[in-house]
T-cell receptor
């Protein structure tokens, strides 16, 4: 079993839709949770950082963590074509090396 | 956010040659940098953790003699792929922690280097 599971997609939605991206994990030692966005042939860009269960909102993005279920989500409201990218969840036990999900490819159709 | 610069962005080389990739933290000092490898449509796999002034820590299965890492200063880490072969062709990405993110392991990534070995 992989430490972090993420549906690879692709996920195709119309412009303006609400997007839900998810990761599940098996290691309860993970304490910090991040979402990165990666455009094709570019390095990942940090979107959200959380370390506690609950919701964190930043503009159109909301990160949700449920430690009891070992489940994290990223919601994108009012999705735009420019949101089309691969979204990676990244988890950290505190030992500094991140464990990434496989990434979900998102396509927002205009 | 902190800026990490990676160079070159693209390199094509002949089999058997060595290739050096540079990773620089532009506006902060990074005592630790990370090197990842990414295959097409796959996630990032950590190769090694680069520590300033000491030897890198390699992940299991990564050949340290094949992938030489040097972190000679607080703003520069290099990855040298020695005697490159076609199976080394991949997307290599570096990252660094910003001191501003004290207590948080927030990594900022370079733009990546696409290596093609002919």
């Amino acid at each position: 079993q992989k430490e972090v599971e993420q549906d690879p997609g692709p996920l195709s939605v119309p412009e303006g839709a609400i997007v839900s991206l998810n990761c599940t994990y098996s290691n309860s030692a993970f304490q910090y949770f991040m979402w990165y966005r990666q455009y094709s042939r570019k390095g990942p860009e940090l979107l959200m950082y959380t370390y506690s269960s609950g919701n964190k909102e930043d503009g159109r993005f909301t990160a949700q963590v449920d430690k009891s279920s070992k489940y994290i989500s990223l919601f994108i409201r009012d999705s735009q074509p420019s949101d089309s990218a691969t979204y990676l969840c990244a988890l950290d036990t505190g030992r500094r090396a991140l464990t990434f999900g496989s990434g979900t490819r998102l396509q927002v159709q205009p | 956010g902190a800026v990490v610069s990676q160079h070159p962005s693209r390199v094509i080389c002949k089999s058997g040659t060595s290739v050096k990739i540079e990773c620089r933290s532009l506006d902060f000092q990074a005592t630790t940098m990370f090197w990842y490898r990414q295959f097409p449509k796959k996630s990032l796999m950590l190769m090694a953790t680069s520590n300033e002034g000491s030897k890198a820590t390699y992940e299991q299965g990564v050949e340290k003699d094949k992938f030489l890492i040097n972190h000679a200063s607080l703003t520069l880490s290099t990855l040298t792929v020695t005697s490159a072969h076609p199976e080394d062709s991949s997307f290599y990405i570096c990252s660094a922690n910003s001191p501003a993110s004290t207590g948080k392991n927030i990594q900022y990534f370079g733009a990546g280097t696409r290596l093609s070995v002919l």
